[in-house]
């Protein structure tokens, strides 16, 4: 019987360089795929920066929260501003009304409106005040949610990598297979023939020995 064929290498390239390369090393088929420096930089960033930000994804350090707080600071100034720029202006023209008639601010009629202005300005800072607390809650949640979404993109760059990886691989490995295939029926057909011809040279001339080594020769090195 004739020699096992070679292990064929199954090679992807991309513009003239090797991305993926299946070979056999002893018993083992090893497939290796060859990352370019921007890939790698890409991936291992991605990657360390991920599990850094999974730890703390949750927890806000000392300027994530003055950076919170100073926005709602904020919206809490516009809000009272807003009301005081309703509410003050009722307020002086209702004096100057009762003033000009009255003479005086001394009356149940001035008494009267002002109870029902400040009484819907208490209703106005109360609503700010809920809307301050869900303000809150909405700059949190934006908080969390542009951490959440970032670590999501770092995720699908590994992942789309991994998925590179995977495809390159399955090629090098198809590409080795079909290789590998190609010699072993190469190798069967040439089994045959030296076989029928072994079987022939037997009933033939003297020089019948001297070919048969030769094919048993042949056979060894193929």
Request: glycine content about 4%; hydrophobic content about 30%.
């Amino acid at each position: 019987m004739g020699k096992s064929s070679k292990y064929s290498t199954g090679t992807i390239k991309v513009n003239g360089q090797t991305k993926a390369q299946t070979y056999k090393s002893g018993n083992n088929v090893i497939t290796n795929y060859k990352m370019s420096d921007a890939e790698k930089r890409a991936y291992d960033y991605a990657q360390n920066s991920f599990a850094d930000g999974l730890q703390s994804v949750n927890i806000f350090d000392e300027n994530t929260k003055k950076n919170l707080q100073s926005q709602l600071d904020a919206y809490t100034l516009q809000g009272q501003k807003m009301v005081n720029s309703i509410y003050t202006p009722m307020l002086n023209d209702l004096k100057t009304d009762v003033a000009s008639r009255f003479g005086n601010l001394d009356n149940s009629v001035f008494m009267d409106n002002l109870n029902t202005i400040e009484s819907n300005r208490a209703d106005a800072i109360n609503n700010l005040a809920q809307d301050i607390t869900a303000k809150r809650s909405e700059l949190i949640n934006n908080e969390l949610s542009q951490r959440y979404t970032y670590l999501n993109f770092l995720q699908d760059i590994q992942n789309q990598t991994n998925s590179n990886i995977l495809n390159f691989a399955n090629s090098s490995q198809a590409n080795s297979n079909s290789g590998n295939n190609f010699n072993s029926k190469n190798s069967s057909g040439f089994g045959a023939y030296s076989n029928l011809t072994s079987g022939l040279l037997k009933n033939l001339t003297p020089y019948a020995s001297a070919a048969t080594s030769a094919l048993q020769i042949a056979q060894k090195y193929l």
